[in-house]
């Protein structure tokens, strides 16, 4: 089988009928699925890191995000949900590592999945 095969047809198992298993078995499906959530939860923590980040001013021994943690988010596929969270809540807009890094992530990330998609056409 090929990886063309198990990305073009639905995972059907023998043993259920449930529509909603039909489309959460599908690989395409469960990579949106994947996309949309740590995309969701990037943001948030982009976030989270913001409100952080103002309340350790007053508080010195609130802990922030380690920004290893930032990174690794978007490696794992939350890089839009980054570049959203540095627009909308103005976070680590002025880092040079966040302002090239994060789009470097994005674009690779975009080239791997036009890759994919046309291996897989």
């Not at 409100?51 to 508080?59: I, P």
């Not at 680590?92 to 975009?110: C, D, M, N, Q, V």
Request: some cysteine.
């Amino acid at each position: 089988m090929t990886l063309t095969y198990f990305l073009s047809a639905p995972y059907l198992p023998e043993s259920t009928s449930s529509a909603a298993f039909l489309f959460l078995g599908s690989p395409r499906a469960l990579l949106g699925l994947w996309l949309a959530v740590i995309n969701l939860v990037t943001f948030l923590v982009f976030g989270l890191d913001k409100w952080k980040a103002k309340r350790t001013q007053a508080h010195p021994r609130t802990r922030r995000v380690p920004e290893k943690t930032l990174f690794l988010l978007a490696v794992l596929g939350g890089s839009v949900g980054a570049l959203l969270g540095m627009r909308v809540w103005h976070h680590k807009t002025l880092h040079r590592s966040f302002r090239y890094g994060i789009p470097a992530i994005f674009l690779a990330e975009l080239a791997l999945g036009v890759g994919l998609w046309w291996l897989c056409r």
